[in-house]
């Protein structure tokens, strides 16, 4: 029984007779235009002249339905008066994109809106008004294949105006309810919309995890290689300040490259239209032409760095350069964390048809620098990155007491 009224409680069952309501009162500046073939055609009989007008003013209203606005605002209002999770219509506009089944259910959801408003606004109008009057001497009256029932005034009439007052709100209930039923297959998102909004999904998952390898490959390596620049100037500050003084010089380019990064993918974080894309120019751009001073930073930093390089680095463009460099990024900030001291060789042939990366350094935490905490992203991350790019990762200890990380990548992707 409790569960029987509890619609009846419910804030968005009036709401949505509201919403029905006011399809039905939103149509009503149509129905003049409608009537005007029934007015130039007086002699016609009244049947035909109603059925023509329901029929145009069906046909005006479903004309209304297939504007471009209409759709969205139809959704909006939905939303907020029905209380139902109708998702916004996705970026997929154009006609020829949809099928016929997709454009006619606007129109058709409009068409349905305005129906069960009148029959709402009618039915439960009149039961409502009942309910209002019979207890004052109002006389009601109910005919139904033969049969009439009639309530006069007095006792029947406060008998039965709460029966007409509770039939009125099972009407909200009904009409609310096939509201909410038809909104979200009739405004939700078409099956070409599903696949934009997946494609959607997608795009921006691809773009997190782009972002969050750049914040791990950026961040990680300039905070590792600025603790072990602060570590190595305070050894030094009072026996060689000039050394001192280069290290916390190496810090400081080190923490200005970074914040470039970090404000970089904040602002994507922040972009006000997602999915509009990043600007290129906005973009740090690190490619293999910074290596140089990549190395720099890790002699700063105390490291031995023996680079053998060979190709033509510059020639390396786009994202497979950006890429490369932070590849070597990584492999050195791992080397930094966790090796064992000693000289760190960086590789790099780039050739005609492909691109050759490796970093080796010697393995053990044997540092007096202190241990640094691993995330376990580093190398799973740059091994989905080489996935992408339909390259050859190894890494893992060579058994001489090192830890070799070798990369191999096509210079031309293939088709």
């Not at 003049?32 to 002699?43: D, F, Q, R």
């Not at 773009?207 to 305070?234: F, K, M, Y």
């Amino acid at each position: 029984m409790i569960r029987g009224i509890h619609p009846l409680l419910r804030g968005s069952t009036y709401s949505g007779a509201l919403f029905a309501f006011s399809g039905a009162m939103a149509s009503l500046p149509l129905l003049p235009i409608a009537m005007l073939p029934a007015l130039v055609w007086p002699s016609a009989p009244y049947e035909v002249r109603a059925a023509v007008t329901l029929l145009l003013w069906a046909v005006l209203v479903a004309a209304v339905g297939l504007a471009r606005a209409a759709r969205r605002v139809l959704t909006a209002s939905a939303r907020r008066l029905l209380k139902v999770q109708v998702p916004d219509p996705a970026a997929v506009r154009e006609r020829d994109t949809m099928s016929r089944a997709d454009r006619r259910r606007t129109p058709l959801w409009l068409l349905l809106h305005v129906a069960l408003g009148w029959a709402g606004t009618l039915v439960g109008g009149l039961l409502f008004l009942a309910g209002l009057t019979l207890p004052f001497g109002a006389e009601a009256g109910l005919s139904l294949s033969g049969r009439s029932v009639r309530v006069a005034g007095g006792w029947q009439g406060w008998a039965a105006a709460p029966v007409c007052l509770l039939l009125a709100a099972f009407v909200c209930v009904a009409v609310t309810g096939a509201l909410r039923w038809l909104a979200p297959r009739l405004l939700g998102p078409s099956s070409a919309e599903r696949l934009a909004l997946a494609a959607e999904r997608e795009r921006q998952l691809a773009e997190r995890n782009r972002l969050a390898h750049e914040l791990h490959d950026s961040i990680g390596h300039t905070l590792t290689a600025t603790t072990i620049q602060a570590a190595v100037a305070a050894e030094v500050l009072s026996a060689d300040p000039v050394a001192a003084r280069a290290a916390l010089r190496s810090i400081e380019e080190s923490s200005r490259t970074a914040l470039e990064d970090l404000d970089y993918v904040l602002g994507v974080l922040r972009e006000e239209r997602p999915g509009r894309g990043e600007d290129p120019e906005a973009a740090p751009a690190r490619t293999l032409a910074d290596l140089p001073e990549l190395l720099d930073r890790l002699r700063h930093a105390g490291a031995v760095v023996e680079p053998e390089l060979s190709g033509g680095l510059t020639q390396v463009q786009g994202t497979l350069s950006r890429a490369a460099y932070r590849i070597l990024q990584e492999g050195l900030t791992n080397a930094l964390r966790h090796g064992a001291g000693g000289t760190v060789r960086v590789r790099v042939a780039a050739g005609p048809d492909r691109l050759e990366l490796g970093v080796v350094n010697r393995i053990g935490t044997g540092t007096d620098r202190g241990a640094f905490p691993t995330s376990g992203h580093g190398l799973p991350g740059l091994a989905e990155r080489v996935r992408l790019l339909h390259g050859e990762f190894e890494a893992g200890p060579d058994g001489r007491g090192h830890w070799r990380l070798e990369v191999r990548l096509p210079v031309r992707l293939p088709a």
